[in-house]
């Protein structure tokens, strides 16, 4: 299916607005970092308790539990750190608390708490139907973890140079790894922005951006390669405009499949995966941009430096004669 045909767009003649956007967007999500004091880590990595509780009441009149109302109980019982969130179904709520590691007394001392002061939504029920889920990370688990994440992440980015730079040549590797960066430093900026907590589904979520943008990229630099070979005669800049042309509708098709599906993840998904599809949501639309208008433009960039420097050689070489 070909949804635009003879189209002739010159992206990489305006690549240079392009690259003040990106590095504008970077900038934002910097800031927007260290005016929260760096990234909000979940319970993954900064290690704690986390509960979800049934507070469906006995009787079906009562009104659902206010979360301000839970929360202002649970800071004047010492627990003013802790996180509570809906969770999809408004009787379902979650709350994180920076814990002991004593899982089972913070559990104990939660739900005396809880049971002491809304006994209209929990007198009825069991611990164990109180407390639907309980998990806990410790904090030094939470860090190693978080250092893990850092280390895959590098890896596979790694890894992807080694794999492009065999495919094609070192400076598609480049290229592609930068497009690459600057999609998870965008992404992160987001997330800091919209006050998303890095966990281990965010960190999934990171990875299968660099993969999707790294799918669309390649396609793009096999189209390339191709035309460097049919257009010879032609300039690089143009073979470049042409390829980003010829694969357009292709890419187009496919992040739109891609965003319906994200988008009804995030729509249908439940409270469990809304960040998930977010970040999702966030990493295609930009990995989709970076494609187009950030590394096929660097390869035009290093290709102009290149004969710039070869002419400056050339200039000296004839002065010394």
Known sequence: MRLLKNIKI?????????FIISLSLIVIGIVSIAI?????????FSGGTLFELDFTPADETIDPIEIQELRDCLTSNGYGDSNIQSFGDPHHILIKIIASEDVQQDQIEIVRIIQENFPEFTSDKEMNELVRRSEHVGAQVGEELRGKAFVAI???????IIYIWWRFEFTFGIAAVIALFHDVFITLGLISIFNIEISIPIVGALLTIVGYSLNDTIVLFVRIRENLKIYRKEKYESIINHSINEVLSRTIITSLSTLIVV???FIFGGKVI?????TLMFGV??????SIFVASPLLVEYHNWKQKRSLKDRHHRSKKR
Do not use: P
């Open 36 to 44: 929260h004091g760096g990234l909000g880590y979940g319970i993954d």
């Open 274 to 278: 809304h960040d998930f599809s977010i």
């Open 263 to 265: 988008v009804s993840l």
């Open 154 to 160: 590098l890896i596979s980015l790694l890894g992807i």
């Open 10 to 18: 010159n992206f990489t003649k305006n690549r240079k607005i392009a």
């Open 285 to 290: 639309i930009i990995g989709t941009y970076s």
